[in-house]
């Protein structure tokens, strides 16, 4: 087929290529303009100070931000935050989960929260309770994480003590240490008074003092297996006392970062807009006339394929049932052999 052709199938198909498209255009306008409005709302998430920077953050090193990023989109849509987010607001699950969304802005820790509802007076409440629930979730864990170790670590510290004095109870001692200690400078003491008395001829006072240094001197042995028990006491209970200042430290921090999180500090969220139609009918009724431009190209095609098949049907020669064309069997009826012929022609008829 030529050009011409094919302008003369779509001037005689006009209908076709016209009215598909302008019908599919119109109800595709139809239902965009009868839905209902929807309103739309974001709440900006904005806390620098709580990504990267200072190791005792919860999210730092080099993969703080992508950490920090993947756990709020993650928590802003686990069904703890949207059970409490639901319980606040009368928003079913359902609803928070088809029409919020989490978006990062750029490669930085600012996340977006957004959400799309047909009743207006939900939006900013939905971003209020999801920003503080979704926050409080992130942070709040790790308040939980650190009052947890300092309640192992004060248990581990009392029981360390309560050790130590069920020792010195069954040893009569407190602190062998200090005892140890002690007993040494007396002796040590008494060693310089004997030395002096034996150097001034004072006999009589420096056997009375031999006989003291003897005694202390008899002492000395015992401390050995008491402080060597002692020192495995008082080690436990250093290393549960140090772990409780760190552990105090820790949630200290962490209510620290709590704070900070504040979503009344961290949060802000956009005044509701009601989404325009007109963008809604650019991104719908442009493809949808589109396709069904190539519906009623395809269409054409096949009433065209169609009506030349039945042109060709009707000008074929017909066909008796064995196949042979009836138009080649037709024929007039011949004269029979020996038919007469007029009178004056028959042969041998004289002038």
């Known amino acids: 087929m030529e050009i011409a052709d094919y302008l003369r199938v779509a001037r005689r198909r006009l209908w076709v290529l016209l009215g598909v498209p302008i019908l599919a255009a119109a109800v595709t306008a139809y239902i ?3 839905a209902p409005t929807t309103y739309t709302g974001t709440s900006t998430v904005s806390a620098p100070a709580l990504v990267g920077g200072s190791t005792s953050n919860q999210y730092s090193g080099s993969q703080a931000v992508n950490q920090f990023v993947a756990q709020f989109t993650a928590t802003a849509h686990v069904p703890a935050v949207l059970d409490a987010v639901s319980k606040d607001t009368n ?8 029409n919020v969304t989490v978006t990062q802005v750029g490669a930085s820790s600012v996340m977006q929260l957004g959400y799309t509802s047909t009743d207006q007076k939900t939006v900013q409440p939905v971003l209020q309770s999801l920003s503080k629930h979704t926050l409080q979730t992130l942070f709040s864990t790790q308040v939980a994480l650190s009052q947890g170790q300092l309640s192992s670590a004060q248990a581990a510290l009392a029981q360390s003590n309560a050790a130590i004095v069920a020792w010195e109870k069954t040893n009569n001692m407190v602190d062998p240490n200090l005892v140890y200690q ?3 400078q007396r002796l040590n003491s008494l060693t310089q008074q004997w030395a002096t008395l034996q150097a001034n001829g004072a006999v009589t006072g420096a056997a009375a003092i031999n006989g003291a240094i003897a005694s202390l001197k008899a002492e000395l042995p015992r401390f050995g297996p008491l402080l060597a028990q002692y020192q495995v006491l008082a080690s436990n209970r250093d290393a549960s006392a140090a772990a409780v200042t760190s552990a105090q430290q820790n949630l200290a921090q962490s209510r620290a970062q709590l704070e900070a999180a504040d979503p009344a500090k961290v949060a802000d969220i956009s ?9 809604a009918l650019l991104s719908l009724v442009l493809p949808v006339t589109g396709a069904a431009v190539f519906l009623a190209i395809a269409l054409v ?3 065209e394929l169609l009506s030349r098949s039945r042109a060709t049907s009707a000008s074929r020669p017909e066909q008796d049932p064995a196949g042979q ?15 007469r012929e007029p009178a004056g022609s028959l042969p041998g008829a004289g002038g």
């Not at 037709?330 to 038919?339: H, W």
């Open 32 to 34: 965009v303009m009868a």
């Open 91 to 98: 928003v079913t699950r359902t609803d928070l989960t088809d």
């Open 182 to 184: 002690t007993t040494l």
């Open 271 to 279: 005044a509701t807009t009601a989404d325009s139609r007109t963008s």
């Open 301 to 303: 095609a096949m009433l």
């Open 325 to 339: 064309d009836l138009a080649w069997t037709r024929q007039e009826p011949r004269e029979s052999v020996g038919a």
